[in-house]
């Protein structure tokens, strides 16, 4: 190491100079994050899901990034760097952990930095370490169903199983991975569901079929992830443990980037604008918020919920409980139905919708067929 000194967050994310990624500040937070990846103990609950659904992300998120340039040992890196972070226990290079944690998920960070920063924490692994991480990877690669076929692009996933196992992430607590800037799937505190099984990327056809033009159009589209020259809809589901109570499945379309604004402003009255390739919603008075590094907007009028999404999705959203009681309440407005919005005016939004569960299965088995 050259023992640069480390740069502030609010500085620092403009340029990935050689100095400061190889500051002392960077070098203590890998060797931190190593040093706190040693012990396995027991696999969290949703990680294969989150491993699948990271690989659907848009290319420049951190978690998408990480897993590009790292594989699975890039990936696992940057989700334990997230937990290590969280932890309410000291040690030494927290701090430097959060402050690189903080640089990944800035908004001004640019892609070749996250990149550079991937190859790095990913190398730091020993060759031991590595052999291990990998034995985990193949034990959660077992637990995946055996149903679809090599041309089907649909992907159902299963939780691990909760018992212990050899090969597990850290155990710190069970702190949560929630809040760390990435969309691991794109689903907020109000419209969580604790899924056991999620479906993504369904036929294009399929997901062409059940939306109007104009917002089917507006979807964004993902490589088939084995045939090639093949497109499918970068759409997912998500699907509540079998023998739970929920009533409720979520449906997530991704809009392309060019349209967010458009839908921001048609659906929830967001007006939505561009400088320097950074998002802001502006208001009348020329106010403006900027997302850091997103945020969310709930709220479509009720009575446009059939024109915008076709009367079958409409109908699923219309039987959600919480489209149910705002209709009970006589609300003109329902929250079944956000937008997350990220800052870089490139990335693809989030759309999530709220569906009642029969009306959602029934909409699965068109999709995902």
Not at 99 to 123: G, W
Not at 259 to 264: D, I, Q, W
Request: hydrophobic share 35%; net charge neutral; aromatic share 8%.
């Amino acid at each position: 190491m050259n023992g640069v000194q480390p740069t502030s967050p609010a500085t620092s994310h403009a340029s990935a100079s050689d100095a400061e990624f190889e500051g002392e500040s960077l070098f203590t937070a890998v060797k931190s994050l190593v040093e706190n990846t040693k012990t396995f103990s027991r696999v969290p609950s949703g990680l294969h899901d989150k491993w699948i659904a990271v690989q659907a992300q848009p290319a420049t998120s951190p978690g998408r990034v990480f897993f590009d340039e790292g594989g699975f040992l890039g990936w696992f890196a940057y989700n334990c760097l997230g937990r290590i972070t969280t932890q309410t226990a000291n040690f030494h290079g927290k701090a430097e952990c959060k402050r690189l944690l903080t640089e990944l998920n800035h908004p001004d960070t640019s892609i070749t930095y996250v990149q550079r920063v991937a190859r790095r924490v990913a190398a730091a692994f020993s060759d031991e370490r590595e052999q291990e991480i990998e034995q985990f990877r193949q034990s959660l690669e077992s637990t995946r169903p055996k149903g679809p076929t090599p041309r089907s692009s649909k992907r159902r996933r299963t939780s691990p199983p909760k018992s212990s196992h050899p090969f597990a992430t850290p155990d710190f607590g069970g702190v949560s991975t929630r809040g760390q800037g990435q969309p691991t799937l794109p689903y907020d505190d109000v419209h969580l569901v604790h899924d056991e099984s999620v479906l993504i990327n369904p036929d294009l056809d399929a997901s062409r079929n059940l939306f109007p033009a104009e917002l089917s159009n507006a979807i964004a589209t993902n490589a088939h992830p084995t045939e090639e020259n093949m497109l499918v809809g970068a759409i997912s589901m998500s699907f509540p443990a079998e023998g739970s109570s929920l009533d409720v499945c979520q449906m997530s379309l991704q809009i392309r980037h060019e349209k967010v604004a458009y839908f921001a402003n048609k659906w929830f009255g967001y007006y939505l604008e561009a400088i320097d390739g950074l998002r802001y919603t502006v208001s009348p008075t020329g106010s403006s918020i900027v997302p850091y590094p997103r945020f969310t907007i709930r709220g479509i009028p009720r009575a446009i919920l059939s024109a915008e999404f076709g009367q079958e999705v409409s109908y699923a959203i219309q039987r959600s409980p919480r489209c149910l009681e705002d209709a009970r309440r006589v609300r003109t407005h329902t929250d079944s139905v956000s937008m997350i919005v990220f800052a870089p005016e490139q990335e693809r939004a989030q759309v999530v919708l709220s569906l009642g569960l029969v009306e959602g299965t029934q909409i699965k088995d068109k999709l995902f067929y």
